[in-house]
């Protein structure tokens, strides 16, 4: 049982360039969202999923695509990375939204030059 | 907007001693959690109140919940090296689709 991977561990792109985060979960979970962390700021919630086909914005989804067609994936698209988007990423994933734990996976670094 | 807010920002004790953590937040929650993180890693889920429980216990945690000053505290006892981590508290809003509001989290150095 791998929990929350997540894909690249590590990501250094150009100003413009366009990546995709990848997660995964094999807990058959819901639930799932991104999160980035900066120092002093703990997590924001960036986009989240109810379920495969919904999606909603967090608190930061500016810059920032995702899609749910299936219940084990919610990849993080940037569309055209900016040095403010400089980052750890989260993703996590949660069977049931107010009476369960939150799953979280390792961590993407992602530095934008 | 942060819902939860730690305090203290940074708390470094001696091995063995208590760490009290503590988490204001700002709607009416379902639940509040409060989650570990070491360094470089994904956060770690350690104890969920639920907003009917006044306080619960896991091994050597202890949390609070006063739910009339929308605050909650996380105790920490005879802590060891190995605690050493951010600890952040995350509340779930009942008025709100969205997943969990985290704090800006406690950063704990526990020292041998």
């Known amino acids: 049982n791998a929990g929350v991977t997540q894909t690249p561990k590590f990501q250094v792109l150009k100003t413009g360039q366009s990546m995709t985060l990848q997660c995964a979960q094999d807990?058959?979970?819901?639930?799932m969202s991104w999160y980035r962390q900066d120092p002093g700021m703990g997590l924001r919630l960036i986009h989240y999923?109810?379920?495969?086909?919904?999606?909603d914005q967090g608190e930061v989804p500016n810059g920032y695509n995702v899609s749910r067609s299936t219940t084990e994936d919610f990849p993080l698209r940037l569309l055209s990375a900016a040095p403010s988007q400089t980052s750890v990423y989260f993703c996590?994933?949660?069977?049931?939204?107010?009476?369960?734990?939150?799953?979280f996976g390792q961590g993407t670094r992602l530095t934008v030059v | 907007s942060q819902q939860g807010e730690e305090d203290p920002q940074a708390l470094s004790i001696q091995e063995g001693e208590n760490a009290t953590m503590n988490c204001s937040y700002k709607?009416?929650?379902?639940?509040l959690q409060w989650y570990r993180q070491n360094s470089g890693r994904g956060l770690v889920h350690l104890i969920l109140?639920?907003?009917?429980?006044r306080e619960k216990h896991s091994g050597r945690l202890r949390v609070t919940l006063d739910t009339s000053k929308k605050s909650s505290s996380l105790l920490i006892t005879a802590s060891r090296a190995a605690d050493t981590a951010s600890y952040f508290c995350?509340?779930?809003?009942?008025?709100?689709?969205?997943?969990?509001?985290f704090g800006s989290g406690t950063q704990l150095t526990v020292l041998p």
């Open positions: 996590a994933s949660n069977a049931r939204r107010g009476v369960s734990e939150a799953f």
């Open positions: 999923s109810v379920g495969a086909g919904i999606t």
């Open positions: 995350a509340t779930d809003d009942p008025g709100s689709a969205r997943q969990l509001t």
């Open positions: 109140i639920r907003s009917n429980e």
């Open positions: 807990m058959n979970h819901e639930y």
């Open positions: 709607t009416s929650i379902n639940n």
